[in-house]
T-cell receptor, first 112, second 115 residues
Framework: GESVGLHLPTLSVQEGDNSIINCAYSNSASDYFIWYKQESGKGPQFIIDIRSNMDKRQGQRVTVLLNKTVKHLSLQIAATQPGDSAVYFCAENGGSARQLTFGSGTQLTVLP | NAGVMQNPRHLVRRRGQEARLRCSPMKGHSHVYWYRQLPEEGLKFMVYLQKENIIDESGMPKERFSAEFPKEGPSILRIQQVVRGDSAAYFC?????????????FGPGTRLLVL
């Protein structure tokens, strides 16, 4: 079936460097995407979202890029900090669905 | 402004017992979603409810699981006759409206352990 998935299960970056987390989706009807951050023992925390009529959206230190041609989504974190260490999930809420479909997650580790 | 609240945060049950998980949505939100997360996996949708109505329960097991969102009070996810495979983190999310581009905000989850 159609799903949302991530390319890399783990990512380690040096503090201060930029991080890029990737996500592939296969549901061509998807028109809304969200990135969540989940710290150990906590619930998913909304980071940023993007609608399919956009290809880029920026927040505070984060940027989401959407490439509908290749069904690819990425999250860029600028000047990564120790507090950014967490699991990052992309999720899609496409077409007429009201349920979110989550990827398997990428563990981001920030090295001192 | 309080976020989504869930209780209990941790729940231990023996096989065959019942588990009741509660969720209070964010103030002003009338749509509730339940998800289950197994260790090192993403969240899996279970059920979507509005006040007094189940809208989509396509992700919920047909047996032993039920959910409700009464007119007054929190949403309840009920698991009867729990088995070890029910051990997981259960997350509730809420949104103000039901559109397919509404952001869902999550609670801290209930971690269920079945002995």
């Amino acid at each position: 079936g159609e799903s949302v998935g991530l390319h890399l299960p783990t990512l380690s970056v040096q503090e201060g460097d930029n991080s890029i987390i990737n996500c592939a989706y296969s549901n061509s009807a998807s028109d809304y995407f969200i990135w969540y951050k989940q710290e150990s023992g906590k619930g998913p925390q909304f980071i940023i979202d993007i609608r399919s009529n956009m290809d880029k959206r920026q927040g505070q230190r984060v940027t989401v890029l959407l490439n509908k041609t290749v069904k690819h989504l990425s999250l860029q974190i600028a000047a990564t900090q120790p507090g950014d260490s967490a699991v990052y999930f992309c999720a899609e809420n496409g077409g007429s669905a009201r349920q979110l479909t989550f990827g398997s997650g990428t563990q981001l580790t920030v090295l001192p | 402004n309080a976020g989504v609240m869930q209780n209990p945060r941790h729940l231990v049950r023996r096989r065959g017992q019942e588990a009741r998980l509660r969720c209070s949505p964010m103030k002003g939100h009338s749509h509730v979603y339940w998800y289950r997360q197994l260790p090192e996996e993403g969240l899996k949708f279970m059920v979507y409810l509005q006040k007094e109505n189940i809208i989509d329960e396509s992700g919920m097991p047909k047996e032993r699981f039920s959910a409700e969102f009464p007119k007054e009070g929190p949403s309840i996810l009920r698991i009867q006759q729990v088995v070890r495979g029910d051990s997981a983190a259960y997350f509730c999310a809420s949104s103000p409206q039901s559109g397919n581009q509404e952001t869902q905000y999550f609670g801290p989850g209930t971690r269920l352990l079945v002995l």
